[in-house]
């Protein structure tokens, strides 16, 4: 079983370490690796999620995801409560398990794939995805579906926006389809920032230093199965990120 943990804590910090940890005394048959995304960027892990849960890899994969900035009410919380966790089994046998919060499980639902509310407590510690998540994760992992509850309602993904940077500094966006034919110049408007680009249908396919707008590397079957390519900002030899004030997740892409 391979068992990825997305979340906001990063792999040198102690939270994964104890999370790791108690995730080897319940599952100690999983091969555990971590992908950290930005603290409260609910967007990225969104995306890292249905990137790997829809492409090539064993059946027995899982996902745990724990990104919670406890944002769903702004009254006072009570006993350290949050974000509901829920979970959702991919055709493939894929299982993603995660708090439901902002966009962690948007791009699964956006896929057709159902999620469903996990019955465990919301509340009761300030480090959920250490005490209370993991036995609910480890009983779902081993195929005991008891835990699931009704379907719930998640928010789409947000549209033609910034959705994950990756350790290049190209912007992988929710564009999925060209603003213009290949060739084209374009003036891109991320944030505050602007900049011209090129529209390529591949991004090598421009000289060095250019910035290129481009069908990226990630990509999966929309719900209707129209298989999608998201484009990219791609600085060839240079780091889009950087040019654009390095915008958060969830940052509109303007195109014109």
């Excluded at 439901?100 to 959920?128: C, H, I, K, N, T």
């Excluded at 990219?232 to 303007?254: H, I, L, S």
């Amino acid at each position: 079983m391979l068992l990825t943990v997305i979340a906001d804590y990063g792999t040198g910090d102690l939270a994964f370490a104890e999370v790791r940890q108690r995730l080897a005394e319940l599952l100690p048959e999983a091969s555990v690796q971590a992908l950290p995304v930005p603290a409260f960027d609910t967007v990225s892990a969104g995306f890292c999620i249905a990137q790997l849960a829809f492409g090539d890899g064993p059946a027995d994969r899982v996902f745990y995801a724990n990104v919670a900035p406890r944002q769903d009410a702004d009254d006072p919380r009570s006993a350290n409560a949050g974000e509901q966790l829920a979970a959702a089994r991919l055709p493939s046998g894929v299982l993603v398990v995660g708090v439901a919060s902002g966009s962690s499980l948007a791009f699964l639902a956006d896929a057709g794939v159902p999620v469903r509310a996990v019955r465990v407590p919301d509340a009761g510690s300030q480090f959920r995805s250490r005490d209370v998540f993991p036995g609910a994760l480890a009983r779902l992992a081993r195929g005991d579906d008891d835990l699931l509850g009704d379907p719930i309602d998640v928010r789409g993904a947000p549209r033609r926006a910034v959705a994950y940077t990756d350790g290049y500094g190209n912007l992988k966006t929710t564009w999925s389809s060209a603003p213009a034919e290949p060739g084209a110049r374009v003036t891109v408007r991320i944030g505050s920032a602007t900049a011209e680009a090129v529209v390529s249908d591949g991004v090598f396919e421009v000289p060095a230093g250019e910035l290129a707008f481009a069908p990226g590397s990630s990509g999966w079957a929309s719900a209707d199965g129209e298989q999608l390519t998201w484009y990219e900002v791609f600085a060839r030899g240079g780091d889009a990120a950087e040019m654009f004030g390095r915008p958060a997740a969830g940052t509109p892409v303007e195109v014109g």
